[in-house]
């Protein structure tokens, strides 16, 4: 080691903390489920620490409560009037009961049609029903009267009807059919199958009719004779082959010249004898038009 030399050599500490200490020993019986588990593993503090629960709430006592003495109160006593009209209006409605009647009663039996009969014949002699029971009762003796009469009297009109017997109808006989006709009448043939003369009426009137030469046209036919303002201004019809005036007049600009130049064709194309300028290419015959082209390419509708 030379001593002009230094080397340094660092040391570092790590200090673990210890284990906790085991518990106290439990006092008493164990049971053999524990004793395995204390087996498994050596320390079972740490399942102890995770057995404790970490929020303690307070478990809810119930007070000892005195029980409650029932005290009677005495009501006052309604009035008297008061008191008769509230039992009048608490009975129910009489159509109400007679409706639960025809839906209910068979299924409940005859304690539930005893009832609710009670209840109508209640209804029937409440004030609110005086005025119905009334007429009710009208309607019942105007019944017993028309069912004794129709005791007394019998109706010996319809017994007559009824005792007269049927009438028995005998079987069809089978019809004779008669035999077909011969045919005789041959004259009125040859009249039917001869033609009906065709007679040329001649014509009622010619010339024109001596009213119309007479009549004297209003104001509004003679306005309405006349050709309107906007038929009169027409522009020309166009005539095939006829070059206008304006075409004439117009400056070429310089895009339409350099279209209007052909275009030159190949050195190998002019030597080419079989060269045909008029021919059509091959792509050009499998174009297939759109649907605006087509529409470009309609003539414009002259009038």
């Known amino acids: ?119 109508i014949n209640k209804g029937w002699g409440s004030i609110y029903n005086f005025y119905k029971k009334r007429e009710r009762d009208r309607r019942l003796r105007q019944r017993k009267r028309e069912a004794k009469k129709e005791k007394r009297m019998p109706d010996f009109e319809r017994f007559t009807k009824l005792a007269i017997p049927k009438r028995l109808f005998k079987p069809q006989s089978p019809t004779k059919k008669s035999p077909a006709k011969i045919f005789s009448n041959f004259d009125r043939l040859d009249v039917l199958a001869t033609p009906k003369p065709f007679v040329e009426e001649p014509v009622k009137r010619l010339g024109v009719n001596p009213a119309a030469l007479t009549y004297e046209p209003t104001e509004t036919v003679i306005r309405l004779a006349q050709i309107p303002a906007r038929l009169k201004n027409l522009p020309k019809p166009l005539e095939p082959g006829k070059v206008q005036k304006s075409a004439l007049r117009y400056k070429v600009t310089p895009r339409i010249e350099t ?45």
């Open 259 to 303: 279209l209007a130049v052909p275009k030159q064709r190949n050195e190998k194309a002019k030597v080419d004898e079989d060269y045909d300028p008029w021919t059509i290419p091959p792509n050009v015959l499998k174009y297939k038009a759109t649907p605006r082209i087509l529409e470009l390419a309609k003539p414009t509708e002259r009038s």
């Open 1 to 119: 080691m030379n001593q002009t030399s230094t080397e340094c050599v660092r040391v570092d500490i790590n200090v673990f903390p210890t284990a906790p200490p085991p518990p106290p020993p439990v006092v008493g019986p164990i049971p053999e489920k524990l004793l395995k588990i204390m087996r498994k593993y050596k320390y079972n503090w740490r399942l102890d620490q995770l057995s404790k629960p970490k929020h303690l709430e307070k478990k809810f006592i119930a007070e000892v409560v005195e029980p409650l003495k029932i005290v009677k109160v005495k009501l006052p006593k309604l009035d008297p009037e008061k008191e008769y009209y509230a039992d009048q209006q608490s009975i129910p409605l009489i159509r109400w009961l007679v409706i639960n009647k025809k839906l209910y009663g068979k299924q409940n039996g005859k304690k539930y049609r005893k009832t609710i009969n009670r209840y």
